[in-house]
Nanobody, 123 residues
Framework: QVQLVESGGGLVQAGGSLRLSCAAS?????????MGWFRQAPGKEREFVAA????????FYADSVKGRFTISRDNAKNTVYLQMNSLKPEDTAVYYC???????????????WGQGTQVTVSS
């Protein structure tokens, strides 16, 4: 079983930055799981943001965040990060991290989910 706990959300002005963290449990986590970040705005479906393979060699980003967001992972700490720069009001959402064996971009592909952390970007 994998447990995921997100942190780092908050309120920021447009153009600002935030770094989200997702701490994962499990001794074999670092070598076994790809990690993804998703977000869900009020009244909208959950959408893909970024993902990184277990080895860190493969990375995917949604077009809407390319060049602004960076996903990284520290397998020694069982933690994945999402650095968010140049934030826009449309980035406002609850952000979730998720885990699965093989990297993917679809919500339904992921097996484990965190509880989410709120990110609010004011204009």
């Amino acid at each position: 079983q994998v447990q995921l706990v997100e942190s780092g959300g908050g309120l920021v002005q447009a153009g600002g930055s935030l770094r989200l963290s997702c701490a994962a449990s499990g001794r074999t986590f670092s070598s076994s799981y790809a990690m993804g970040w998703f977000r869900q705005a009020p009244g909208k479906e959950r959408e893909f943001v970024a993902a990184k393979s277990s080895s860190g060699t493969i990375t995917f980003y949604a077009d809407s965040v390319k060049g602004r967001f960076t996903i990284s992972r520290d397998n020694a700490k069982n933690t994945v990060y999402l650095q968010m720069n140049s934030l826009k009001p449309e980035d406002t959402a609850v952000y979730y991290c998720a885990a699965r064996r093989v990297i993917g971009t679809k919500t339904y592909e992921y097996d484990y989910w965190g509880q989410g952390t709120q990110v609010t970007v004011s204009s």
